[in-house]
């Protein structure tokens, strides 16, 4: 049975708690991720922003603000204002059965990956994706 590990984006992208909203938007866009790991200034995993997070923020703060005024407004907001604190996480030596089985009863689209309470991964649709090509092809 293959393991999260297998599957997993090894070391993933984070942000700072305190980096700003436009510092994680421009990370996202750069590299294509909806995804990203908040960790404090010692490193630690304190929570999760996703694009969804970034979308309801913006939305009802910067309805018919032009793309200047946006990116001044993204710049005062912490990243801690907006992040998800109450995240589930998964071991990197479980089954990804058991971390499929939690996408599809909680519909979420990724768990931060950790070994004890090192982040070392996030498990993610795509990665899915990747499995199942991989299986099939």
């Not at 479980?94 to 070392?120: K, Q, R, T, W």
Request: proline residues 3%; negative net charge; glycine residues 6%.
């Amino acid at each position: 049975m293959a393991k999260v590990h297998e599957v997993m984006t090894a070391s993933p992208l984070m942000i700072q708690a305190d980096a700003s909203l436009y510092d994680a938007r421009g990370v996202m866009g750069e590299h294509h991720v909806r995804h990203l790991p908040v960790c404090n200034e010692t490193g630690e995993l304190v929570g999760l922003l996703t694009q969804r997070d970034l979308l309801a923020c913006t939305v009802s703060i910067l309805a018919d603000v032009d793309q200047q005024s946006q990116n001044e407004i993204e710049q005062g907001i912490p990243v801690r204002e907006v992040m998800t604190t109450d995240i589930a996480c998964v071991q990197q030596h479980s089954n990804v059965i058991e971390a499929a089985d939690y996408f599809l009863e909680h519909n979420h689209s990724c768990l931060p990956v950790l070994e004890g309470d090192e982040l070392v991964g996030i498990l993610t649709e795509v990665d899915f994706i990747k499995l199942s090509k991989r299986l099939l092809g």
